[in-house]
T-cell receptor
Framework: AQSVTQLDSHVSVSEGTPVLLRCNYS??????LFWYVQHPNKGLQLLLK??????LVKGINGFEAEFKKSETSFHLTKPSAHMSDAAEYFC???????????FGKGTMLLVSP | GAVVSQHPSRVICKSGTSVKIECRSL??????MFWYRQFPKQSLMLMAT?????????EQGVEKDKFLINHASLTLSTLTVTSAHPEDSSFYIC??????????????FGPGTRLTVT
């Protein structure tokens, strides 16, 4: 069975400071992992994905994530936050052989000037 | 590429009426489409998986007679909320998997439909 735990429901940062959104997963087999962002009343936009290639994955808008199998983690980072990064972020897992996605509960990123 | 549209983006209907929401893959073919429901400040909950030309598979607890799903072509799936009630008010999001990229398990999401039942 697959599951995802996003460790923080809210993260607050100042503009220009680093962002860290934490995600741990559980999967019986080799997982595919994704980070999606959702702005208010909008659909989901894919930030990046891990599908068993390089463990350090670079995404859009300066975000990146590192797959750490030993820690079952897939944390999302960005060196310098922008005001436009304020949104809800979802960590998502899909297990090989399963067509469905399992979503974390989401982390709201708040960026202050 | 990989664009999914939904129509309408917002709909308000009266209690007891039915509402149809369309989900289209605009530049790819999708044998599988998914319907999600999202309550305010919560995560997405998978309602059902629809495969082109066959009956949808509903998640536990989702009423198949209330949420009718039709996937008649490789680019269109519809969700009909029948006899809508205020508790059906929610944000409905569809997604689709590219027929040519099924091994990646990636889903492309539509912009969502805000349903309000009065």
């Amino acid at each position: 069975a697959q599951s995802v735990t996003q460790l923080d429901s809210h993260v607050s940062v100042s503009e220009g400071t680093p962002v860290l959104l934490r995600c741990n997963y559980s999967s019986s087999y080799s997982p595919s992992l994704f980070w999606y962002v959702q702005h208010p009343n909008k659909g989901l936009q894919l930030l990046l994905k891990y599908t068993s290639a390089a463990t350090l994955v670079k995404g859009i808008n300066g975000f990146e994530a590192e797959f750490k199998k030993s820690e079952t983690s897939f944390h999302l980072t960005k060196p310098s936050a922008h005001m436009s990064d304020a949104a809800e972020y979802f960590c998502v897992v899909s297990e090989r052989g399963y067509s469905t996605l399992t979503f974390g509960k989401g982390t709201m990123l708040l960026v202050s000037p | 590429g990989a664009v999914v549209s939904q129509h309408p983006s917002r709909v308000i209907c009266k209690s007891g009426t039915s509402v149809k929401i369309e989900c289209r893959s605009l530049d790819f073919q999708a044998t599988t489409m998914f319907w999600y429901r999202q309550f305010p400040k919560q995560s997405l909950m998978l309602m059902a998986t629809s495969n082109e030309g066959s009956k949808a598979t509903y998640e536990q607890g989702v009423e198949k007679d209330k949420f009718l799903i039709n996937h008649a072509s490789l680019t269109l799936s519809t969700l009909t909320v029948t006899s809508a009630h205020p508790e059906d008010s929610s944000f409905y999001i569809c997604s689709a998997r590219d027929l040519k990229a099924v091994s990646s398990y990636e889903q492309y999401f539509g912009p969502g439909t805000r349903l309000t039942v009065t």
